[in-house]
């Protein structure tokens, strides 16, 4: 299974060339589930963000033909509102139980204080930083509502930071994707994406040690 998926993120231009060849417009419900559960879930944090929208994207500008730029970010800018908001609700009603609970003692009331003030002060930026960092942009919502960050407050920047995210990404790919160089090496991009999007968990975890 991890072999597959290894191989499904390292040759997304294949895989969704070939699902779109095979399934035709049924390619956008399954980038946007993708998407949806990345964003919404907290168990899908694995799930591929950055590197799918690139792929997507390239696809729609030149490495294959078939998809829909509009379409394509109409639906992936909904998809990751609504992961953001469920994954935001999921925290919100875990975190009222939790702290309710008698027998098991999982969070202290000074530690939900701490998230509580933070994302009360630096909450919007949070949310908006977070979609270009893999497994934060997961937790970072799921968080918010645990902490019980305003929810306008977090429905107006889920919307800003989805737009921004899915849009420049998308652009990318979309831009650069009638490259040659793009073309010809298109699983190294990936790599390459890959890589830069974890380099900011990376110089955190080594600092912190």
Not at 7 to 34: C, E, K, N, P, S
Not at 39 to 66: E, K, Q, R, Y
Not at 144 to 163: D, K, Q
Request: hydrophobic share 55%.
């Amino acid at each position: 299974m991890l072999s597959t998926l290894f191989d499904i993120v390292m040759h997304l231009d294949q895989h969704l060339l070939a699902f779109l060849q095979a399934y035709g417009v049924w390619v956008y419900v399954l980038l946007a589930a993708i998407i949806f559960s990345e964003t919404g879930l907290v168990i899908f944090a694995f799930l591929p963000g950055d590197s799918l929208l690139f792929a997507a994207g390239s696809i729609a500008g030149g490495v294959g033909d078939g998809l829909d730029i509009r379409l394509l970010f109409f639906v992936l800018v909904l998809a990751s509102i609504l992961g953001n908001k469920t994954n935001y609700l999921i925290g919100r009603y875990l975190g009222e139980h939790l702290l309710n609970a008698r027998r098991w003692v999982i969070i202290s009331k000074t530690q939900f204080e701490r998230a509580r003030l933070f994302y009360e002060r630096h909450g919007g930026k949070t949310i908006i930083f977070a979609r270009f960092i893999p497994i934060v942009r997961t937790f970072a919502p799921f968080v918010a509502g645990f902490s019980c960050m305003n929810m306008r407050t977090f429905a107006f920047y889920n919307i800003i930071s989805a737009f921004i995210w899915i849009g420049s990404l998308l652009a990318i790919g979309y831009w650069f994707g009638s490259l040659p160089i793009i073309k010809e090496h298109f699983t190294l991009i990936v790599y390459a994406i890959i890589i830069l999007s974890l380099i900011p968990i990376l110089l955190t975890a080594f600092s912190r040690k």
